[in-house]
């Protein structure tokens, strides 16, 4: 079930006193604590009205926390135009200079079966096809964290090139997430959310998402919300 979620009921959880919601409904206490570090007021919001635009820095920002320091890319840069393209700039050591990549995204998508991105690259100067995995798989990493929170980059993520076709595959990172790994009643919470596609725009890419909350999560959380201004009034009130 969709369901379009009204600015009165998503909280701002930046302002919600989390020790006191948490004392009140002690079984929730991890998936708040999930809930909590991943969306703030504003993301939440969005995903729930089908447009969540994430600006270039805050991309480049995810990448930079990505890259690690082992790796022969020692920095990448996005750079999004309104005609759709997406440059890549990467500088790395000094065995391939510098590397440049543009192109488009053809699909990205999320759901409660499969998660990968595709990208059409129209221009490269990359000396082999396992750097272009490597780069390809940070960047879709980094364009769903702010969806999904951080992700183990680690583990190898798979990457299909064909030609000038780039296809990557992080449902696993996904599902290793503390998004992936945290449950309410039930359901992944990493399944609430759904990416349809993105359009890349100038400064930044539009995604459009879907936040899809079942009956019995969304009446849980209601719950949780009025436990919290309970607490929050009777501390008020014996203050």
């Given at each position: ?28 206490g991890p998936v708040l604590s999930v809930v909590r570090d991943t969306w703030d007021r504003e993301t939440l919001t969005e995903i729930a009205d089908g447009r969540l ?38 500088t790395t050591k000094k065995k391939y200079k510098h590397i440049e990549l543009s192109g488009t995204i053809e699909e990205i998508v999320h759901d409660g079966e499969k ?125």
């Open positions: 079930m969709v369901i379009d979620i009204p600015a009165h009921i998503v909280e701002d959880v930046r302002g919600i006193d989390w020790g006191a919601v948490k004392d009140a409904v002690a079984d929730y635009f994430v600006r270039d820095e805050m991309l480049n920002d995810a990448i930079a926390k990505n890259l690690g320091t082992d790796a022969a890319v020692t920095g990448i840069r996005l750079t999004s135009h309104a005609d759709g393209r997406l440059d890549i700039d990467c998660s990968y991105a595709v990208y059409r690259v129209r221009r490269k100067n990359v000396p082999h096809h396992g750097l272009v995995s490597w780069i390809f798989s940070r960047v879709s990493l980094s364009m769903v964290e702010r969806m999904v929170g951080p992700l183990d980059v680690s583990e190898r993520v798979p990457v299909d090139v064909r030609g000038n076709r780039v296809r990557v595959d992080f449902r696993a990172a996904l599902e290793a997430s503390r998004l992936g790994q945290t449950e309410f009643r039930g359901h992944r919470l990493v399944d609430m959310i759904e990416i349809e596609g993105a359009e890349v725009r100038e400064g930044g890419i539009m995604f459009d998402t879907k936040l899809n909350v079942p009956d019995d999560v969304k009446d849980a959380l209601k719950n949780i919300l009025k436990d919290a201004a309970r607490s929050s009034a009777a501390e008020g009130g014996t203050a």
